[in-house]
């Protein structure tokens, strides 16, 4: 900003200058700001979920059109929800910049256009699955509370601070710290300009504290609806049938360096699903309720399955169908659950049903076909991994497993009800997004290591990684090296056809590039395809090649 006589350029409360342009646009910022911390305070009492950066966010996963989200989840991989709640933000911060500098025009357009950011907060959150009319009430009083604010910063913008001193000596002292930010703002355009920029600095102030305030306090409070201690307390009960004890040297991986381990760890299963905020379900409020085509349709607490003496416990592979060629979106756990098929025959489903369409607790809709549900050995609903109950990221308390299917038409985590139904009477979330209503996994396999453009001396040094075909087996694993002839690998031994085999082949590398890539035939006879297909709308398939560079 060029120094000049503020006056020249406006007449005391026009639109006026630069800095003024500048304060406001800032004072935008600053009553968007307490409008956020305000709803994250009702929302505390209110649940989590119907945050309105939330909700927005939620929506907009809703209504994002599939590729988008398919480069979304390509490009921020497990960080998909951290960089929409960023961008929801940054969308958010320079609309309230405009806000700022158009409230300095006319207030009522400001208002408004805080109002209607409140508006669709409102409907965002009131829209949600499992949102109510309540879920309206945090962007509603942020929204009111931010355009208090909006008018408190603008005021002094527009009108001209008492002249009481008509030199201001600059001593510090008695100003205080607004006082000193003003004069090292002010120096050389003053009191004159038509505003008050002590009490526009001042009120800033508070409106900062404010927001810092009922926004820190807000998420805090929200923590209350955690239910980790519920989960750390939980007895799990024993299996009547207990997962078959691994071989010796069933697990490859501690002899080779940079090989996916046999199970996966809790901490680094992969995460895939729609929920922002993970839903939080207190154990004893629990329950699970089957509707539709059964003979008399229960509802069953934890406890209750807790108490089933059929609990089997199975090592199984999940995988999801947005994983790409050599992609990681798949993980092995040692899962402790009801067996499905017995659970659904004793309530008596319909053979006229075709379709189990699962709902959980924040409202996704997960399609599994019933017969597998009925014939898949070991589908069932789980409560346990590894050892521990579900984390809460992974369906606490429970959710729905059926080795073979990809995880958006058998997972359902936090799942709260099961409806016996047909393909032709629902579609459920993905399928009405275009995804495949059936979802059998593809015969996949993987190289963990060497990675991909990998510098390392010519000799010899394990090719290796994973394969997969849940419920068929692998029966074979295939490397190629450039254009030599196929090399049989060897295979970890097979555990159960649900899980997936590691397998390894040393190999004598020569100086220079090398294209590796992996073939995987399952127990049924089905060679990996070579032709690429993207993951949407079936799952991927191709070949995975890394190219790798010895010196
Ligand atoms: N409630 C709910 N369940 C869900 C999903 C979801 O978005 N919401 N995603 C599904 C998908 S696409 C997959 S691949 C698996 C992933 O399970 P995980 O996160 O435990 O690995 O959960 C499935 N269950
Ligand atoms: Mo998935």
Redesign the pocket.
Known sequence: MTEQDPRATTGGDGPGTGLRRVLAALAGLLAAAVALGVAELVAALVGPASSPVVAVGDAAITLTPEPVKAFAIRTFGENDKIALIVGTLIVIAIYALVIGLVGLRSRRLGIAGILLFGLVGVVAAVTRPAGGILYGLPALVGALVGAGALLALLSPLQTPAPTSDPSPAPTPAPYGLAGRLRDALGAGDRKGAGMDRRRFFLTSGVAVGVAAVAGGGGRLLQQRFDVAGERGDLALPRPASPAPALPAGADLAPRIEGLTPLVTPNKD???????ITV?QIRPSDYTLTLKGKFDSPQSYSLQDLFDRDDIIERDIT??????EVGGR?A?TARWLGVPLGAFLRENGIGDDSDQLV?????G?T?GAPTRSALEVEDAMLAFGMNGEP??V???FPV??LIPGL???V??????TTIDATTYDAFDA??VERDWAADGPIKVFSRIDTPAPLRQFPAGRRPIAGVAWAQTRGIARVEVRVDDEDWVEAELSPEVDADLWRQWVLPYDFATGQHDLTVRATSKDGETQTEERAAPFPNGASGWHSVRVITT
């Open positions: 299963f992969y995460r895939v699903d729609t929920a839903p999940l995988t999801c169908v947005s994983n979106l993980g699962c709902t959980s607790s924040d996704m997960i579900l984390p990221e992974h369906g959710r729905m990809y995880g958006y058998s997972a359902c985590k936090w799942i979330y993905w």
